[in-house]
């Protein structure tokens, strides 16, 4: 069955205090490994698409990668506006189906 | 630009009570999707549609229904509202398929509390 577990479900940080969010996956041929970020009462807004396994990509303080089995993403000194909810999803080979982790919780205070 | 748009933001309804959810997208996407977000269980995809005129199930399908009659476009139906069925509800869409191009724009979600 197809399946994405995030960790941890919430993670406070200070600002500054590096860390990073993991997101198994389970999914025969994945298309493709997405990250969201939702603010409180908003939809979520995409951040990064991965491809295949030893990919990375960076935005500002953020940076995802990916291999066979997970995905990480890390933040660097983080600042207070980094805090929000990450969302991992998996895409599946067959149409445009998407399955979504539960999320990381993330506050960075100042 | 809006996006995608959905109305209301909220609503309240009583048991058994029907009532509709409104998705417009400016971005002549092909694909329309909805979705109910839980706390502790990830979005789960309600129902879908591939282009004007079609609608599939997704995930959770039971209780629903979907139509989408105007390209730009979905509605999300309840017909006899359930406790069940409180949630946040996201609409979302995205490009027809090109295998570098699939991400979802979604939003800002429907807070539906039935009682």
């Known amino acids: 069955e197809d399946q994405v577990t995030q960790s941890p479900e919430a993670l406070r940080l200070q600002e500054g205090e590096s860390s990073s969010l993991n997101c198994s996956y389970t999914v025969s041929g994945l298309r493709g490994l997405f990250w969201y970020r939702q603010d409180p009462g908003k939809g979520p807004e995409f951040l990064f698409t991965?491809?295949?396994a030893g990919e990375e990509k960076e935005k500002e303080r953020l940076k995802a990668t990916l291999t066979k089995k997970e995905s990480f993403l890390h933040i660097t000194a983080p600042k207070p506006e980094d805090s929000a909810t990450y969302l991992c999803?998996?895409?599946?080979?067959?149409?445009?189906?998407?399955?979504f982790g539960s999320g990381t919780k993330l506050n960075v205070k100042p | 630009n809006a996006g995608v748009t959905q109305t209301p933001k909220f609503r309240v309804l009583k048991t058994g009570q029907s009532m509709t959810l409104l998705c417009a997208q400016d971005m002549n996407h092909e694909y329309m999707y909805w979705y109910r977000q839980d706390p502790g269980m990830g979005l789960r995809l309600i129902h879908y549609s591939v282009g004007e005129g079609t609608t599939a199930k997704g995930e959770v399908p039971d209780g629903y229904n979907v139509s989408r009659l105007k390209k730009q476009n979905f509605l999300l139906g309840l017909e006899s509202a359930a406790p069940s069925q409180t949630s946040v509800y996201f609409c979302?869409?995205?490009?027809?398929?090109?295998?570098?191009?699939?991400?979802?724009?979604f939003g800002s979600g429907t807070q539906l509390s039935v009682l």
């Open positions: 991965l491809y295949s």
């Open positions: 979302a869409s995205s490009y027809l398929s090109t295998g570098t191009n699939e991400k979802l724009f």
């Open positions: 999803a998996v895409q599946a080979p067959y149409f445009n189906k998407f399955y």
